[in-house]
């Protein structure tokens, strides 16, 4: 569990001018018809490499791309070109054979490097505890050639992998700036609640939203607001829209009538939602919705409480959309409810796999949200609202 951000190393506690870093960061992006699409979260890390390059540091960045098997299975030869739109850098197709030492060993004060996806190796990814990946191949060849571990990448923090919890074994090791935001965001939101206290969970993952709501009973929420296919599971457990028996469903149902018993009003769940008729966006009661007729957003009734209740909150977090808001019949929801968000003087934490694509995508700025922090991860950040240690933020606590 993180503590606060003093358990940890910052840029500012070391003089990297003339050292060796290796600097592990999170440039894995969409991939469309081979292309690597330049993502916020290249742009994001690519920041604090520039303040390390400023620095005088020799950056050397350990990424990955996909995974293996995958269609996004690529080479880092991409990300190169996109990170030289916004840095220099130079770019070798190793990982830890003679080319990557070697390239490594000529790099000057200043110098970035990017070395091949990660993920080619096999080690990278056994599951192996963070001694056991000390001792591995990968950082038993790297490591002697530097003087200093700095993860940028909260993204795969949730993953024990050889270059993110090995390296900190044998080399001092410390957060970049945006881990660094995410450490603190996730400590204010999560740990140093201030009340009222509200959760806003969407998405298609029941099971993961269930096990949030689990442990966020346990904590200081005051309301849960629930919306998409978990608003759904609550309005069948409800009684308020009748389901035709769907095996698939049955669990799910009876797991949110548990939670439902369990957590009384402090579970919302839509009053009306939108509906598709001849391809058009319709509103009804929620007592109009036929048996599995399909839903595809909340209405202005349940936009308009939930948005009541994030105004008066003082900490907002969020996971996944309203609903289908790639349609922008169905984005309505999504962007109202981000719009009281921005609006609102509670802190904010909004995460998951589709949310900050989310903002943009219904034509949001992440500028408007002046008190909300957007978290770039989608498996860590459910990991750490679940209260759940992630490996690779354990391993750069500071020793004590």
């Known amino acids: 569990m993180i503590d606060g951000i003093e358990d940890f190393l910052t840029l500012d506690d070391f003089d990297v001018a003339g050292k060796t870093v290796l600097f592990r960061a999170d440039v ?42 995958g269609a996004d299975f690529l080479p880092l030869e991409q990300h190169a070109e996109l990170l030289a739109t916004i840095l220099g850098l130079s770019y070798v197709d190793d990982i830890m054979g003679p080319a990557a030492r070697e390239a490594i060993k000529k790099l000057g004060k200043g110098d970035v490097l990017l070395l091949d996806n990660v993920r080619m190796l096999a080690e990278e990814t056994l599951d192996k505890t963070p001694e056991e990946h000390a001792k591995s191949n990968f950082v038993r060849r790297l490591a002697p050639l530097a003087d200093l571990y700095i993860n940028d990448a909260f993204s795969v923090a949730h993953r024990s992998h050889a270059s993110v919890v090995g390296f900190p074994m044998v080399l001092d090791a410390g957060v970049g700036r945006l881990m660094e935001r995410e450490l603190r965001a996730l400590e204010r939101a999560v740990h140093r609640i201030e009340r009222p206290c509200v959760y806003v969970l969407g998405g298609v993952k029941p099971e993961e939203v269930f096990d949030i709501i689990d442990f966020a009973l346990t904590r200081d929420v005051d309301y849960i607001l629930t919306t998409g296919m978990i608003g759904n599971l609550f309005l069948y457990a409800g009684g308020i829209i009748p389901l035709k028996v769907e095996k698939d469903l049955l669990e799910s149902v009876s797991r949110a009538e548990r939670i439902l018993e369990r957590a009384g009003t402090r579970i919302k769940y839509p009053e009306d939602v939108a509906i598709e008729v001849e391809g058009r966006r319709e509103e009804v009661p929620v007592e109009q919705v036929k048996p599995n007729q399909p839903i595809y957003d909340i209405g202005e009734k349940t ?31 999504t962007r109202e409810i981000f719009k009281a968000i ?40 459910l990991r750490y609202l679940l209260g759940k240690p992630l490996p690779g933020i354990e391993v750069l606590k500071r020793k004590k």
């Open 28 to 69: 894995n992006s969409v991939v469309i018809d081979g292309k690597v699409q330049m993502k916020e979260r290249i742009v994001e890390n690519a920041k604090t490499i520039q303040e390390l390059s400023e620095m005088d540091a020799k950056v050397v960045i350990l990424a990955h791309q996909g995974r293996p098997g």
């Open 303 to 333: 936009i308009a409480n939930y948005s009541e209740i994030i105004r008066n909150a003082r900490t907002v977090i969020m996971k996944g959309p309203m609903g289908f808001y790639e349609n922008k019949e169905f984005a309505k929801g």
């Open 342 to 381: 921005s609006t609102s003087d509670a802190f904010s934490l909004l995460g998951g796999g589709h949310t900050s694509a989310a903002i943009s995508e219904v034509g949001m700025d992440k500028r408007e949200m002046m008190h909300a922090h957007v978290s770039l991860a989608g498996g860590a950040f």
